[in-house]
């Protein structure tokens, strides 16, 4: 376990053998079944979740009961409540298993402990939540300005076994689409290779 978490952690802040001993006593191993919560909307988010194994997504449900898929995590991801992790605030979204998985997660106490003697977890951290900031932006900017069939493009270079693993309506969601508008992109798409 942690094998990935540390992998994705010295690809950007390298890490010695004793700074990683000194991580893992701050990592909490969790495993969830398909379709199974880790987060719900209204409860506090206590922990940010990285993803060894398996698929997650985030998301909220509207008036209407249709969900509004934010992101999808996969294999070397993170994936959280950011803004309810860091204010302990309701949770705004909902975070669920697509597929069973295994989880990193790093506890709120575990966070806050990390970051005031360990600095290059707060280097790591600034780098994640740089990096998550830099590709909401990318994403609202796509929405806002890129044709459909360039979106799905660039999501699936985002996500490249993302069409394997996931149902298309939840696809849809996520680009904000109905499942038939997405079905004729693809289709497009396909007509052109």
Known sequence: MYKSFLQNFNSKVRLTEEEEAFIKNYLTPKKLRKKQYLLQETDICKF??????????????????????IQFALEGWTISDLYSFLTSEPATYNIDALEDSELVLISKAAHEELLQKLPKYETYFRIQITGAYIAMQKRLTSIISSPLEERYKNLTALYPTIVERVPQHMIASYMGLQPETLSRIRRKIAAKK
Not at 48 to 69: P, Q, T, W
């Open 48 to 69: 940010i979740a990285f993803v060894e194994k398996g698929a997650l997504r985030a998301y909220s449900v509207d008036e209407n009961g249709k969900e509004h898929i």
